[in-house]
C-alpha cells in the first residue's frame, strides 16, 4: 500500500504557556521548541503499522519551508520510507483550502491508496483532511481511532463520537482518513535515530513543480485570513474564595451544603 | 447581507441537538436580519417530530427525508446537501464530531470560504466576516476575516452562542427530499456499519447528582485514592477528565466529555482540571462548579461558579476529613 | 605388606579385572564432561567483547576474600554456615577425590608429599571434612524440605520447582562422602581384623564410626563393601561432574573465576560496546542486546554461574512490591534458554525470538537500578550492566514504553525531563535572603566550587526548598561556589539507564563544556544520581563531592557549628540513597553530620541499613514510569522506619525526598511521620555567624 502522511510542525505546549507577543501579530516563539504535532505522529505511526503489515511504503510530506525538514526527517526516522517538503514564498498565508490544493497537486504526482492526517492542530481546525478528500472526490472520514485493512480495495474504519462510542464504517479505497490521538502507541525516536536519517534527501516541491498558479494559493488565494492574536477579557469568571486554608474549607462546606453537594 | 443562512440541524431519538438552538442564536448574531432555514436529515416519525419542534425558532425547516438517512453518513448527506443549497448560502455546522466530518469537504464543493470552530461572531463589513477563534487549546484567541460574499461553510463550536428559546419564529416546512435524491443515492463510497458502544463501567455518572471530576491535576495515579475518599464522604461519584483516561486510570464511562459521556449533576467539583472546551462541554444543566486549581489562570475558573487556587493533593485530605467530621 | 582387602585397582569380578573399570569410568566420565564443556563456551565464542584481564593482584585478593573467604555467604546466616561448611569441605576433600580415582588404577596410589606425616594429618581432616559435610547436606535438606525458605520458591509464572535439583545434588554428595566412609572404614575394619594398622582416623569422625562399626563383620562383606563403595563413588562422581554443568551446579565450577573476573568499578555503567569508542557508536549497526548473542562473554558466565539461591530476588525492591522483575530469574531464564539454544544432541537452534519472550519488557524497564542485587550476590552476578544494555536494544528499535517517551523528548528538547524552559532553570535563586546570593558562573563570575543543582532541585516546587537550603548552607561554610544557571543540562544519569546512550552522551558533552568552561576546582552536589554521574559517567571534569562529604569537613574543621536539636523528643532515622550507599560505599560521613546535631537521638532501621537499604522506589526517570505493582517502594520504606520507632526520615537524595514525602502521605502517616533532607537539616541547625542570617 502506499500510503501519504500530510505532517505539521508544531510547538510543545505542553509545560510552558504560549503567550500574545507585544503588538498581537503573533504568539512569542523566542522561548518555544517544535517538534512534529501530535496528532500527525499518530497518524504516521499507523502507516507505519499498516505497511509492515501490507506492504508498500510511507511518504510524509509537508507544507512549509526549511524549519520543516527537521520534523520530516525526524517521521523518516520513525520509520517513514520518504519524505518531501513543498515550500515556495507563494505558498504563505495559505488557509485551509490553499494547504489542500497545494497537497491535492502533490498527491496526483503518484498513485497512492492512503492519506493520513492528524485530526487537527494547534489551531483546533481539522479542516485540510476534509478538504482534499473533496479536492480528490476520494470518501473520507475523521476521528478515526481504529482501522482494519480488509482487502486492497477496501478498509474499516471506527470513529470516536461522543459517549465513548465508536462508529464503525467500511471505507472504499483510495481515501481520506484524519487520524485521532490514542490509537496506537507511537514508537520512539531518539538522537540516534535521527542520526542515521540525517543525510537523506529531502525533495522540495515548488508551485512550478506542482504546476500550481501562485494567485489560487498563499494569502492572496486566501478566503479566511487571521487578523491578530489576542487575550480574551476575561470577564467575572469565579468567585475566587479567599484566606487561609482552614477558612476556605469552612466557606466551601458552606456553599456545599446549601448546593445540595453532600448526601 | 443578502444571502441565506442555513444551520444544520443534528437529532437524535425525535429530539433536536441543543445545538440546535445555539445555531439560531449563532446565525441571529451573524445576521440579525438573516433568513434562517434549519438543515435537516433523517426518516420517518423522528424526523417529523424534529421538524415539528423547529419551525417555531427558524423561518424554514428544509428536511430531507429518506430511509437511506436513519443513521446520517456525513459523505451520503454532503452530495445531497450540494444539490439543495445556494452556492452563495452562509452554512452554519456544529464543530463536533458530525460537524468535523461534513464540513470541510461540504465547503470545497459549494466553493465557499470554511471558518472552522469559531466562537464569536464581530460584524459582516464588505462582505467579511469577522469572527473569533481560540488557538493552543484556548491558551490565546484570534480575530479571522472570513470572505463570505461567495458563501461560506462555518463551524460553530458547541456551548459558545447561548441558546436562543425564544421561539419567535413561524417557519415552514419545505420538503426537500425529491430535489436532494435527484437521479438517485450517490455511490456509496463509505458505508456506515454500526455503533460500537463504550463498556458500561461500574458507574452510570450521566445520571449522577454531585460529581466529583478530577484531572491531570491528580499526578499520579495513586493519588487517586484521596479522589475516591471525597466522593465517598460526599455521597457523591468520580468522574474525570480525558487525560486520565488515555492514561488508563479510569474507565472511558467516567469521561466527561464531548468525546465521553453528557453529565448533568447539580453540583460539579473540577479537581486538577484544566477547564478545556471539550471537557466543559460535557457539562451540562448548569450545575454549580467549584473548580481546585494550582493554576490561577486555569480556564476553568472561567465556567466555575466558585474557585480555590491550591494543590488539590494538599487540600483535598483535609476537605474530606472535615466533611467526615461534619457528619459525625 | 599383606593387604587385608584386595583393592580395586587388583581386584577381579567375574573375571574381569576391576581396573578397567577404574580406567573406563573417568576416561568416559571426563570425555563427556569435556564435550559439554565445549559446548557451553559455543555462545561464549560469539558473545561481544568483555575486557577483565585487567589489575590482576586485585582480583586475586578479591577472588581470595569473596570466592575461597566466602565473605558474603554470612549475610543469610544459616545457608551461608551450611554452604561454608560444605565449600570448605569440598575444598579439603579435593585432594582426596584426585587420589581416590588415581587409587583404583594405582594400588595404595598417595599424591606426592602425602606419604609421610602430612599424609597422616590430611587423613585425619579429610575424615572430618566428610563427616561434616554429612552433617551440613543433612541440614540442608532439612532446610528445603521442611523450613522452605521463600525465596526459594519459584512463582508460577517461571515454571516448577526447582527443589528436586538442590535435592539430588545433595544426595550425590551425601552418597559421595559416604562411599569414601565405607570404602575406607571397611577397609580399616579388616586391617584391624588382620592386626595390621589403619590409615589414622579422626575419633568420632564418620570414617572412625564406620570401622569400628564394622569391626566384626566377615571379610567378605568387608570386601563386598570395599570395592562396591569404591565404583558407587567412581560413578558417583563422574555423573555429578558430568551433571554440574547442566543446572545450577555450574556454578561449582565457575564460581571462583566468574568472581575473579567481576566488574571492579561499581558505579559504572558498560559502554554500548567494548572496544567501540564514543566518536565510533554512530558506525554501529545495533544497540544493546536484542538476541542472547549480543551478550558479552562475562554475562554469559554470569547466567550459568547462577546458583539459584534467590538471595538477589529476596532483596529487590522491585520483587518486593509485585514488580514483574525477580533478578535471579533473569538469570534462571536466560541460562534455561542457553542451555536450550546450544543443546546436548542437536544443533544450535538460531534466532529465536528472545526479548518479549524469554525477558518481558516490564520486567527490563521495572528495574530501578539500585544495586541491592549485586550487593548480594556471592558469585558476584551482575544485573545492571545487562539490564542497560536490554534497555538499549529496546530504545533502538523505538520500544519504549509510552510514559517515558515525553520526558525523553523533553530531555532532548529542554534539557530538563519536565519540559519547562532552560531560561528558568536558575529560578529557584529568586527566593534566597539578600545575604545569599548564587553566582551564576560565566566569564566574568568565577569560583572556586561549582555546585551542579541538577534538574529536580532546579524545578520541582518542593525539592526547590533543598536547593535554596544548600546554597545557605555553603555560604555559611564560607564556600565560594557559583552554579552553570541556564547553562546546566541535566546530568543525564538516568538517561543512561534507561538505555539512552546517545541521547545521555549529549548532555554529557554539553555539560562537561560548561563545567570546563568554569574553571573550578572542586564540584559539589546534593544529589546522589548527579554525584554517581559525574564522579563515574563523566570524564575529565573537576573532582566531584557530595554536599554530606562536604558537610562532614566543615563541621570537623568548626566552619559550621550547630545548636542543640529543635525537637529533643522526636526519633530519627537516616535512610541511605542507593547512589551514595551502595553504589559509592558513602554510608557514614551522613551519619556523623546528623550526629554532630547535639541532642539528636537516632535510630537505625537495622535490618535494612546501609548496604541492605531499602530503594525509596528510584529517581530520574524513573519517576514518570507507571510500573505495574501491588505497592509503591516508598510504602514498603516508610513502614520500615515506623517499626525502628522513627517519626523523622533523613534523607540525602531529592528523588528519596519525593518517593517518601508521597509515600507517607499515601499511607495515611501524615503527621505521624516527616521527612527531611540532610542539607535542611542542616540549615535548620546551625549557628548562624557573620555569613547568613537564617
Redo the contacts between chains.
Keep these: 500500500m502506499e500510503i501519504l502522511v500530510c505532517i505539521k510542525r508544531a510547538?510543545?505546549?505542553?509545560?510552558?504557556?504560549?503567550?500574545?507577543n507585544r503588538d498581537g501579530t503573533d504568539?512569542e516563539r523566542d522561548?518555544l521548541?517544535y517538534?512534529v504535532n501530535e496528532w500527525d505522529n499518530y497518524a504516521v505511526e499507523e502507516a507505519i503499522q499498516i505497511r509492515d503489515k501490507m506492504g508498500g511504503s510511507v511518504t510524509v510530506v509537508s507544507v512549509g519551508d526549511e524549519d520543516d525538514e527537521e520534523v520530516i526527517r525526524r517521521e523518516m526516522a520513525?520509520?517513514a520510507d520518504h519524505g518531501i517538503l513543498l515550500s515556495d514564498e507563494p505558498f504563505k498565508g495559505s488557509?485551509?483550502?490553499g494547504i489542500?490544493a497545494i497537497l491535492k497537486a502533490e498527491v496526483e504526482k503518484k498513485k497512492y491508496d492512503l492519506i493520513l492526517t492528524g485530526?487537527q492542530a494547534?489551531?483546533?481546525?481539522?479542516?485540510?483532511?476534509?478538504?482534499l478528500?473533496?479536492?480528490l472526490d476520494?470518501?473520507?472520514?475523521?476521528?478515526v481511532n481504529f482501522i482494519d485493512v480488509v482487502d486492497d480495495k477496501k478498509i474499516?474504519v471506527?470513529?470516536?463520537?461522543?459517549?465513548?462510542?465508536?462508529?464503525?464504517?467500511?471505507?472504499?479505497l483510495p481515501?481520506v482518513l484524519?487520524i485521532q490521538?490514542?490509537i496506537n502507541?507511537?514508537?520512539?525516536?531518539?538522537?540516534?535515530?535521527i542520526?542515521?536519517v540525517a543525510s537523506l534527501e529531502i525533495p522540495v516541491h515548488t508551485a512550478a513543480d506542482l504546476g500550481i498558479a501562485p494567485e489560487s494559493v498563499g494569502e492572496s488565494g486566501a478566503?479566511?485570513?487571521?487578523?491578530?492574536?489576542?487575550?480574551?477579557d476575561?470577564?467575572e469568571?469565579?468567585?475566587?474564595?479567599e484566606g487561609s486554608?482552614e477558612e476556605?474549607?469552612d466557606k466551601?462546606?458552606e456553599?456545599?451544603k446549601a448546593?445540595?453537594?453532600?448526601? | 447581507m443578502t444571502q441565506q443562512v442555513f444551520a444544520y440541524i443534528i437529532h437524535k431519538a425525535g429530539v433536536a441537538d441543543d445545538t440546535a438552538l445555539e445555531m439560531i442564536a449563532a446565525a441571529r448574531k451573524l445576521d440579525p436580519d438573516a433568513s434562517v432555514a434549519a438543515v435537516i436529515a433523517g426518516d420517518g416519525t423522528e424526523l417529523d417530530s424534529v421538524c415539528n419542534e423547529l419551525v417555531s425558532s427558524f423561518n424554514e425547516v428544509w428536511k430531507i427525508d429518506n430511509e437511506a438517512l436513519a443513521y446520517v453518513?456525513a459523505?451520503v448527506l454532503?452530495s445531497l446537501l450540494v444539490r439543495i443549497l445556494p452556492t452563495d448560502g452562509i452554512v452554519l455546522v456544529p464543530h463536533?464530531?458530525?460537524g468535523?466530518?461534513?464540513?470541510?469537504?461540504?465547503?470545497?464543493?459549494l466553493d465557499a470560504?470554511?471558518?472552522?470552530?469559531a466562537v464569536d461572531f464581530d460584524g459582516v463589513e464588505d462582505g467579511n466576516l469577522?469572527a473569533?477563534?481560540?488557538?493552543?487549546?484556548g491558551?490565546?484567541?484570534?480575530?479571522?476575516?472570513?470572505?463570505i460574499s461567495?458563501g461560506?461553510v462555518i463551524t460553530v463550536r458547541p456551548g459558545s452562542f447561548k441558546a436562543d428559546e425564544s421561539k419567535s419564529a413561524a417557519g415552514k416546512i419545505v420538503d426537500k427530499t425529491a430535489e436532494a435524491m435527484e437521479g438517485a443515492l450517490p455511490a456509496g463510497?463509505?458505508?456506515?456499519?454500526?455503533?460500537?458502544?463504550?463498556e458500561v463501567g461500574d458507574v452510570d455518572i450521566t445520571k449522577s447528582?454531585?460529581l466529583v471530576s478530577v484531572g491531570r491535576g491528580i499526578e499520579d495515579e495513586d493519588n487517586l485514592e484521596i479522589i475516591f475518599d471525597l466522593a465517598k464522604?460526599?455521597?457523591?461519584d468520580v468522574s474525570c477528565s480525558r487525560p486520565i483516561v488515555?492514561a488508563k486510570w479510569l474507565e472511558?464511562?467516567r469521561?466527561v466529555g464531548?468525546?465521553?459521556?453528557?453529565v448533568k449533576p447539580?453540583?460539579y467539583?473540577a479537581l486538577g482540571i484544566s477547564g478545556a472546551f471539550q471537557h466543559v462541554g460535557g457539562i451540562k444543566g448548569a450545575p454549580?462548579?467549584?473548580?481546585i486549581n494550582k493554576n490561577?489562570?486555569a480556564p476553568?475558573?472561567?465556567?466555575?461558579?466558585?474557585?480555590?487556587?491550591?494543590d488539590i493533593l494538599d487540600?483535598i485530605p483535609?476537605?474530606t476529613d472535615?466533611?467526615n467530621e461534619?457528619?459525625g | 605388606m599383606e593387604a587385608a582387602l584386595i583393592s580395586p585397582a587388583k581386584a577381579t569380578v567375574l573375571g574381569i579385572p576391576t581396573v578397567i573399570f577404574s580406567l573406563v569410568i573417568p576416561l568416559v566420565g571426563i570425555g563427556i564432561f569435556a564435550y559439554i564443556i565445549a559446548l557451553r563456551l559455543k555462545p561464549l565464542v560469539k558473545a561481544s567483547p568483555d575486557p577483565r584481564l585487567g589489575r590482576l593482584p586485585d582480583r586475586f585478593l578479591k577472588m581470595l576474600k569473596y570466592a575461597v573467604g566466602q565473605y558474603r555467604h554470612p549475610r543469610y546466616k544459616d545457608a551461608g554456615i551450611i554452604h561454608i561448611l560444605l565449600f570448605a569441605g569440598f575444598m579439603i576433600l579435593s585432594l582426596r577425590s584426585i587420589t581416590l580415582v588415581l587409587l583404583g588404577i594405582s594400588d595404595g596410589y598417595l599424591l606426592p608429599g602425602m606419604d609421610g606425616t602430612l599424609g597422616h594429618i590430611y587423613a585425619i581432616l579429610k575424615d572430618y571434612a566428610g563427616t561434616f559435610i554429612l552433617a551440613a547436606c543433612l541440614a540442608a535438606m532439612y532446610r528445603r524440605i521442611i523450613i522452605k525458605p521463600e525465596r526459594y520458591a519459584v512463582p508460577a509464572k517461571y515454571g516448577k520447582e526447582h527443589t528436586w535439583e538442590a535435592l539430588l545434588v545433595l544426595m550425590l554428595i551425601m552418597g559421595l562422602v559416604t562411599c569414601d566412609i565405607i570404602f575406607e572404614g571397611s577397609l580399616a575394619a579388616a586391617q584391624i581384623q588382620s592386626g595390621l594398622e589403619p590409615e589414622v582416623m579422626g575419633p568420632m569422625s564418620g570414617t572412625w564410626l564406620a570401622a569400628h562399626t564394622l569391626r566384626f563383620a566377615p571379610v567378605d562383606l568387608l570386601q563386598n563393601l570395599h570395592l562396591g563403595a569404591y565404583f558407587s563413588h567412581e560413578l558417583i562422581f563422574f555423573f555429578f561432574l558430568c551433571f554440574l554443568p547442566m543446572g545450577k551446579h555450574f556454578h561449582v565450577i565457575t564460581s571462583l573465576p566468574n568472581v575473579f573476573l567481576m566488574k571492579l568499578d561499581k558505579g559504572t555503567i558498560k559502554p554500548v560496546q567494548w572496544g567501540v569508542d564514543d566518536d565510533q557508536l554512530?558506525e554501529l549497526e545495533s544497540?544493546g542486546v536484542k538476541k542472547f548473542e549480543d551478550f558479552t562473554w562475562k554475562h554469559m558466565l554470569d547466567f550459568y554461574s547462577c546458583a539459584d539461591c534467590g538471595r538477589c530476588s529476596d532483596n529487590c525492591p522491585a520483587n518486593a512490591v509485585g514488580r514483574p522483575l525477580s533478578p535471579r530469574f533473569i538469570s534462571i531464564k536466560c541460562r534455561d534458554y542457553s542451555f536450550k539454544s546450544y543443546p546436548l544432541k542437536d544443533k544450535p537452534v538460531d534466532g529465536q525470538p528472545f526479548i518479549g519472550n524469554v525477558l518481558e519488557e516490564d520486567e527490563i524497564w521495572s528495574c530501578t537500578t539500585c544495586g541491592a542485587c549485586e550487593e548480594e550476590c556471592p558469585l558476584f552476578i551482575e544485573y545492571i550492566d545487562k539490564i542497560v544494555d536490554v534497555r538499549r536494544g529496546l530504545?533502538?528499535?523505538?520500544?519504549?514504553p509510552?510514559s517515558?517517551?515525553?520526558p525523553?523528548?523533553?530531555l532532548?528538547?529542554?534539557g530538563n525531563p519536565?519540559?519547562?524552559?532552560e531560561?528558568k532553570r536558575a529560578d529557584w535563586t529568586k527566593d534566597l535572603p539578600e545575604d545569599v546570593t548564587v553566582k551564576i558562573l560565566k566569564k566574568k563570575e568565577t569560583a572556586d566550587t561549582l555546585y551542579f543543582v541538577d534538574s529536580i532541585t532546579s524545578y520541582d516546587d518542593r525539592i526547590q526548598e533543598i536547593g535554596r537550603a544548600t546554597a545557605r548552607v555553603l555560604t555559611e561554610a564560607g564556600i565560594d561556589f557559583g552554579i552553570l544557571g541556564p547553562a546546566e543540562r541535566d546530568s543525564g544519569h538516568e538517561v543512561r539507564r534507561f538505555g539512552?546512550?546517545?541521547?545521555f552522551q549529549?548532555l554529557r558533552d554539553r555539560n562537561t563544556d560548561a563545567i570546563v568552561n568554569t574553571g573550578v576546582d572542586h564540584i559539589v552536589t546534593a544529589d546522589p544520581h548527579t554525584f554517581n554521574a559525574l564522579k563515574h559517567d563523566y570524564k575529565d571534569v573537576p573532582p566531584v563531592a557530595h554536599i554530606s562529604q562536604t558537610l562532614t569537613q566543615c563541621i570537623k574543621s568548626g566552619k559550621l557549628r550547630l545548636k542543640p536539636v529543635e525537637d529533643p523528643s522526636k526519633i530519627y532515622t537516616y535512610h541511605d540513597p542507593c547512589y551514595l550507599g551502595r553504589h559509592n560505599n558513602l554510608y557514614d560521613d551522613p551519619r556523623v553530620v546528623i550526629d554532630a546535631i547535639p541532642g539528636i537521638h537516632r535510630v537505625e532501621m537495622a535490618a535494612n541499613c546501609r548496604d541492605r537499604s531499602f530503594c525509596c522506589g528510584g529517581g530520574g526517570l524513573m519517576l514518570f514510569y507507571e510500573p505495574i505493582e501491588e505497592k509503591r517502594m516508598g510504602q514498603v520504606r516508610v513502614e520500615m522506619a515506623k517499626a525502628a520507632g522513627a517519626d523523622v526520615i533523613v534523607t540525602a537524595c531529592p528523588f528519596c525526598m519525593v518517593n517518601i514525602e508521597d509515600a507517607i502521605k499515601t499511607s495515611g502517616l501524615e503527621g505521624e511521620m516527616d521527612a527531611i533532607d540532610l542539607v535542611e537539616l542542616i540549615d535548620r541547625h546551625m549557628i548562624p555567624t557573620n555569613n547568613v542570617s537564617i
Excluded at chain 1, 237 to 241: F, Y
Design positions: 510547538p510543545d505546549t505542553s509545560e510552558n504557556e504560549i503567550e500574545v504568539i522561548d521548541v517538534s520513525m520509520g488557509d485551509g483550502r489542500s485530526a494547534d489551531d483546533g481546525a481539522g479542516q485540510v483532511g476534509g478538504m478528500a473533496a479536492m476520494w470518501p473520507y472520514a475523521s476521528l474499516k471506527g470513529r470516536e463520537i461522543a459517549g465513548g462510542n465508536q462508529e464503525m464504517h467500511e471505507i472504499n481515501c484524519s490521538t490514542g502507541e507511537p514508537r520512539y525516536v531518539g538522537i540516534r535515530g542520526r542515521k478566503r479566511t485570513k487571521r487578523l491578530d492574536y489576542f487575550v480574551p476575561l470577564g469568571g469565579a468567585e475566587i474564595l486554608t476556605i474549607t466551601l462546606l456553599l456545599l448546593k445540595g453537594g453532600i448526601k | 453518513n459523505e454532503r463536533e464530531h458530525f468535523m466530518d461534513l464540513a470541510p469537504g461540504l465547503s470545497i464543493k470560504a470554511y471558518l472552522p470552530d469577522k473569533v477563534r481560540e488557538e493552543y487549546t491558551q490565546v484567541s484570534t480575530h479571522v476575516h472570513c470572505d461567495q461560506a463510497a463509505r458505508r456506515f456499519l454500526e455503533i460500537v458502544e463504550a447528582d454531585i464522604a460526599m455521597g457523591a488515555d472511558k464511562s469521561q464531548t468525546s465521553g459521556q453528557t447539580k453540583v467539583m454549580f462548579i467549584i473548580a490561577p489562570k476553568i475558573f472561567q465556567v466555575a461558579d466558585v474557585g480555590i487556587v491550591d487540600f483535609e476537605l472535615r466533611i461534619m457528619k | 554512530d544497540f530504545v533502538d528499535d523505538g520500544l519504549v509510552q517515558l517517551q515525553k525523553l523528548n523533553a532532548e528538547k529542554r519536565y519540559g519547562k524552559m531560561k539512552e546512550e546517545m541521547l549529549d
